[in-house]
Each structure stands twice: as C-alpha cells, then as structure tokens.
C-alpha cells in the first residue's frame, strides 16, 4: 500500500511539475548572447541560440511527461480492450494475430517516416508509442484474462448469475492488472525516450520546447559541447530524460504489483 | 495465423505505410523545393510523371511495390540516383556494424553468465533501458574531446568500430537481462539441475556453462528480436554517429523531404527488421522448451 501511495506521489509530481512549467516558462525569449557560462541569473547558461538554458529545460520537461502521459493512456486503452477482448475466445484469437502482426513493425523509423506528412506533438509520439509498445503485451493480457476466464471461481460466479461486466470488474481485471500494469510502464517509458530521440533529431514538433531538442542543439551547434554552458544543457537535459522514464517506469510498475 | 500469412501481411503493411507517409507528406515537392514558380506546367507534368505523383494512391501502391520487388523504385530528389540503389550500397554497412555489435553484446552476455553467474546487478538492469542513443551521443562527445571517431560522415574503420561500440554497449545488458530472465523462469525447471551439479562438486563455472546451454535456444531467440529491434532504431543511431549506412540514408530522406528515398530506405530497413523478429518468433516457437512442450 505505501509503494502504491509513494507511486502515486511520484505521478503526481511529475503532473505538478507540467503545470509549475507552463506557468514559469510558459516561453523563452532570444534575449542573452549565445552559450554564457552558469551564473546566478542563468543557472545552466544560455542555450546556442540566446535563450535561458534553465528556461528550456523545464518547458521542455513537460514534452517528456507529456509523452509519457499519453502513452501511459494509450498503453491502458489497448490492453485494456484486449483484456476484454480475451474474455471471448474468437475475439481473443483477433487480438492474437493482430499483435503478431503489428508487433513486429519497426517503431522509431515509422515515427521518424510520420515526420515527412507531421511533425508529431509529444502528446501524438505518446499515444502511437503506447499503443505500438503496448501489442506484445495486449497478447499476453488476452492470453491471462482467457485463463482467468476458464477458473473455477469464475463459472462458480456466471453460475450463480453474475453479469458479465461484474466478473470482468471483480475477478479478470484484478487478476490481470499486474502485467498490464507492466506493459504499461514499458510502453511510457519507451514514450518519453522516443519523443528525445526524434527531438534530438530535429523530427519533432517545431513549436514544442523539449528536452532532447535541448541536447540536439547543443549538439549541431559545432564547438557547443566544449563550452560550460553546453556541456551543462546536455547532461542536464539527458539525465533528466533518463530520469523522467525510470520514474514513470517504476511509477506505474509498482501500482501495479 | 500462420508465420508465412503473418510474414506477407506485415512486409505489405510496411510497404503500405512507406508508401502512403511518402505520398502523403510528398504534396508536391517541389512547392517545398522552391523550384515551382521557375517551372512551366510541362515540366511539372514531366516530373510529377516521373516522380509517380500522377498516379492515384491504390495503382501508385502497386507500382512501389512492384518497383521494390524489381530494385527500381525510383530516383532520389536528394541525390538525383536512383533510390534503391543508394539503400543498397548503404545497407552492407547497417548489417556490418550492428552485426558485429550484436555478435560482440550476445557473446558477452553469455561469458558473463558463465563466469559471473545468471545473478544481474541492480546498476546493469538500470542500463538495460537506456537507449542507444545515450551511448551515441557519449561517442559524439568523444569525438570533440579526444578526436575519436571522426566526424566528419562515413563508414570508415574507425566510424566503424564506434558503430560496434554503440551497439554492444546498448545491447548486452539488455541481452544479459533478458538471459537472467530466461534461467530465473521457473517453467524451465532448472534448479534441480544446479542443485544436482553443486552436491556433486562440480566447479561453479561448469554449473554455469551448463545452464547456459540449457537456456541457448530461449537466448538465442529472445536475442533474434533485440536485433531486430536495433536493426530498425539505426535510423536514430546512425545520423548522431554521422555513419553512413541505410539509418542515415533514412533520417537524410525525411529531413530532406525526399519521399522517394524515405520509403525505399524505409520498406528495406522495417522489412530486414521486420523478418529478423520474425525469425526469432519462428526460432522461438521450434527450439524453446516452454514453448514446444506446450
């Protein structure tokens, strides 16, 4: 119980920290002369561009929790339609060969493909990351929930009349919820490194601030990396990513043990 | 449904998806490319042609499909050659460099289960979700701070072992995790085995081996889709490593909005990628024994 209420916590903040973003670096203006050292009014420098360093990393916090988020919510979705979906024996053969048939299919260069029609939002990355990195695991709910479906409890429970959606709700989902749960985190952690990995690369959106644009433009800018300032943005936009996807990762792993 | 359906219809997605992602974010490429207003509506009509862009959709599919089959599917804006023949040339390097990684990564992993053990330290399985792209990024570094690898683009001996470099330090802990995983899995039933060697003093690096061997198969399979998993994220590894393979030829296509090259060095890449898990799936079903004894 203090695991799930500590994950929580941890969810929690990471949505606290999207909202402190958007009100303290709701933009970050060119006004400084490019790559300045840390200082006390520029505490991570000044990006290659003019901008306060510090300024894009927290706006840019909110593109890897975004993503996150959304993945978090397509993961849910997905899996949750195929636990339901496994109730049934010829639904769960569909979901079957649907995830065999789309697990397999590249992810990061079908993202990076997506850029030539758009240039994907965070939000948009998380929701196709969530559902692509979620099929595996949509197999394995379908296969759980078929088990649990065939116990002995559950015909005891249709015997005595239960509806259908009581018996998902009371005996399939909980007995399940522990491997979505860890598909889930999978899926929102691999979210918030994609959405880096494509920023990095100029593929992402280009109005969003992000923290793996951060690090893409310290390294294009030649020399960038040599400098304090450029060094300092890229650990610090690095560890952050990093470190956002291990704690939406244990997050959602530990609600669900 | 069977593999061989399964494998059709996931080549043809793919093929679908390069084509339609080409097709939609073509438009007309050359509005993007600022050539329009010097065009007449001749010389459009003529490049338009050539470029398949006068076709509709279903028979502009067909005929990608067919051109990928025949290794002509057309030239590339960026390069002015044809596309499939710049994604031939690219794609020996892509298999040399993340062969050679992965080969290097399910060795190692192996070596350390028989002279560590299957037990993975808490900081290995932390590393195991980093991406490849964090270790890039440090051969990036190091190419400013110490000169090596090189920079500038290429697929040299040297951009080629940083390649390596990258590819084993992204896979063996996953491969190690992953091996761990496979010898902890209690359906494999191998704790009576270990047991049974340790009460008759049999050296802890031989119970090792022979755990190792019990669990090849499940490996080797698991190991089959983890390749094909960085085969295809090579369109993100090679553009930061400036390495000249099928990867960068990708990343240069969709930067450049050069839809015919995209979608070739696409199809070539998710298709490779997409057989490689196949494969392992395949491998999976035939050699492991949780599954065959079912």
Same mark, same amino acid.
């Given at each position: 119980m203090e695991k799930r209420a500590a994950s929580l916590a941890v969810l929690a903040s990471l949505a606290i920290l999207v909202i402190i973003s958007y009100v303290y670096a709701p933009s970050c203006p060119i006004a400084f002369a490019p790559l300045e050292p840390p200082s006390r009014s520029h505490p991570l420098g000044t990006d290659p561009v003019g901008r306060d360093a510090l300024?894009?990393?927290?706006?840019?916090?909110?593109?890897?929790?975004?993503?996150?988020?959304?993945?978090?919510?397509?993961?849910?979705?997905?899996?949750?339609?195929?636990?339901?979906?496994?109730?049934?024996?010829?639904?769960?053969?569909?979901?079957?060969?649907?995830?065999?048939?789309?697990?397999?299919?590249?992810? !990061?260069?079908?993202?990076? !493909?997506?850029?030539?029609?758009?240039?994907?939002?965070?939000?948009?990355?998380g929701l196709l990351i969530g559902s692509l990195a979620s099929l595996q695991g949509a197999r394995a709910a379908a296969t759980r929930a078929r088990q649990v479906a065939r116990s002995l409890y559950v015909e005891a429970a249709r015997a005595i009349g239960a509806p259908w959606y009581r018996i998902v709700a009371r005996h399939i989902a909980p007995n399940t919820w522990s491997s979505i749960a860890s598909y889930a985190s999978i899926a929102s952690s691999a979210a918030v490194y994609a959405e880096a990995g494509l920023s990095m690369l100029g593929l992402g959106s280009p109005a969003t601030p992000s923290l793996g644009k951060v690090a893409g433009l310290v390294l294009l800018t030649p020399g960038a990396v040599l400098t304090e300032a450029g060094l300092a943005q890229l650990v610090a936009s690095l560890a952050l990513v990093a470190a956002i996807a291990m704690l939406m990762y244990l997050a959602v792993r530990l609600i669900g043990s | 449904m069977g593999l061989v359906a399964e494998l059709v219809l996931g080549l043809l997605l793919i093929a679908v998806l390069a084509y339609v992602s080409a097709r939609a974010g073509l438009g007309n490429p050359f509005t993007g490319l600022g050539a329009e207003q010097g065009l007449g509506p001749e010389e459009l009509r003529v490049l338009r042609h050539v470029y398949g862009l006068d076709e509709p959709v279903p028979r502009g599919l067909l005929s990608f499909i067919y051109g990928v089959l025949r290794a002509d599917t057309g030239p590339s804006i960026l390069y002015n050659k044809p596309a499939f023949a710049l994604a031939e040339e690219a794609l020996p390097w892509t298999l040399l460099g993340i062969g050679a990684g992965f080969l290097a990564a399910y060795a190692s992993a192996a070596l350390w289960v028989v002279l560590l053990g299957p037990g993975v330290p808490r900081p290995v399985r932390g590393l195991s979700f980093l991406p490849g792209y964090f270790y890039a990024v440090l051969m990036l570094l190091s190419s400013w701070w110490l000169g090596w690898p090189p920079a500038l683009p290429g697929h040299g001996a040297e951009k080629l072992a940083a390649y390596v470099l990258v590819v084993w330090l992204a896979l063996w802990p996953r491969l190690l995790h992953g091996l761990a995983g496979i010898v902890e899995d209690p359906g494999l039933e191998l704790a009576s085995v270990t047991q049974a060697m340790r009460a008759i003093g049999a050296p802890e690096h031989r119970v090792n081996a022979r755990l190792l061997r019990t669990v090849l198969a499940p490996y080797t399979a698991y190991a089959a889709t983890m390749l094909g998993m960085v085969l295809e994220r090579s369109a993100i590894l090679e553009p930061l490593l400036g390495y000249t393979g099928l990867g960068l030829l990708l990343y240069r296509g969709v930067a450049s909005a050069d839809p015919v090259l995209a979608a070739t060095a696409f199809t070539l890449l998710g298709a490779i990628a997409y057989l490689v898990v196949v494969a392992g799936r395949l491998a999976e079903r035939l050699l492991d024994p949780r599954l065959s004894r079912r």
């Amino acid at each position: 119980m203090e695991k799930r209420a500590a994950s929580l916590a941890v969810l929690a903040s990471l949505a606290i920290l999207v909202i402190i973003s958007y009100v303290y670096a709701p933009s970050c203006p060119i006004a400084f002369a490019p790559l300045e050292p840390p200082s006390r009014s520029h505490p991570l420098g000044t990006d290659p561009v003019g901008r306060d360093a510090l300024c894009e990393v927290l706006a840019g916090i909110r593109a890897s929790v975004e993503a996150a988020f959304a993945a978090l919510a397509a993961s849910l979705a997905v899996l949750s339609a195929s636990l339901l979906a496994g109730v049934s024996a010829r639904a769960g053969r569909l979901v079957d060969s649907v995830a065999a048939l789309v697990a397999g299919l590249p992810r !990061m260069s079908l993202l990076m !493909m997506l850029a030539l029609v758009t240039r994907l939002s965070p939000i948009g990355i998380g929701l196709l990351i969530g559902s692509l990195a979620s099929l595996q695991g949509a197999r394995a709910a379908a296969t759980r929930a078929r088990q649990v479906a065939r116990s002995l409890y559950v015909e005891a429970a249709r015997a005595i009349g239960a509806p259908w959606y009581r018996i998902v709700a009371r005996h399939i989902a909980p007995n399940t919820w522990s491997s979505i749960a860890s598909y889930a985190s999978i899926a929102s952690s691999a979210a918030v490194y994609a959405e880096a990995g494509l920023s990095m690369l100029g593929l992402g959106s280009p109005a969003t601030p992000s923290l793996g644009k951060v690090a893409g433009l310290v390294l294009l800018t030649p020399g960038a990396v040599l400098t304090e300032a450029g060094l300092a943005q890229l650990v610090a936009s690095l560890a952050l990513v990093a470190a956002i996807a291990m704690l939406m990762y244990l997050a959602v792993r530990l609600i669900g043990s | 449904m069977g593999l061989v359906a399964e494998l059709v219809l996931g080549l043809l997605l793919i093929a679908v998806l390069a084509y339609v992602s080409a097709r939609a974010g073509l438009g007309n490429p050359f509005t993007g490319l600022g050539a329009e207003q010097g065009l007449g509506p001749e010389e459009l009509r003529v490049l338009r042609h050539v470029y398949g862009l006068d076709e509709p959709v279903p028979r502009g599919l067909l005929s990608f499909i067919y051109g990928v089959l025949r290794a002509d599917t057309g030239p590339s804006i960026l390069y002015n050659k044809p596309a499939f023949a710049l994604a031939e040339e690219a794609l020996p390097w892509t298999l040399l460099g993340i062969g050679a990684g992965f080969l290097a990564a399910y060795a190692s992993a192996a070596l350390w289960v028989v002279l560590l053990g299957p037990g993975v330290p808490r900081p290995v399985r932390g590393l195991s979700f980093l991406p490849g792209y964090f270790y890039a990024v440090l051969m990036l570094l190091s190419s400013w701070w110490l000169g090596w690898p090189p920079a500038l683009p290429g697929h040299g001996a040297e951009k080629l072992a940083a390649y390596v470099l990258v590819v084993w330090l992204a896979l063996w802990p996953r491969l190690l995790h992953g091996l761990a995983g496979i010898v902890e899995d209690p359906g494999l039933e191998l704790a009576s085995v270990t047991q049974a060697m340790r009460a008759i003093g049999a050296p802890e690096h031989r119970v090792n081996a022979r755990l190792l061997r019990t669990v090849l198969a499940p490996y080797t399979a698991y190991a089959a889709t983890m390749l094909g998993m960085v085969l295809e994220r090579s369109a993100i590894l090679e553009p930061l490593l400036g390495y000249t393979g099928l990867g960068l030829l990708l990343y240069r296509g969709v930067a450049s909005a050069d839809p015919v090259l995209a979608a070739t060095a696409f199809t070539l890449l998710g298709a490779i990628a997409y057989l490689v898990v196949v494969a392992g799936r395949l491998a999976e079903r035939l050699l492991d024994p949780r599954l065959s004894r079912r």
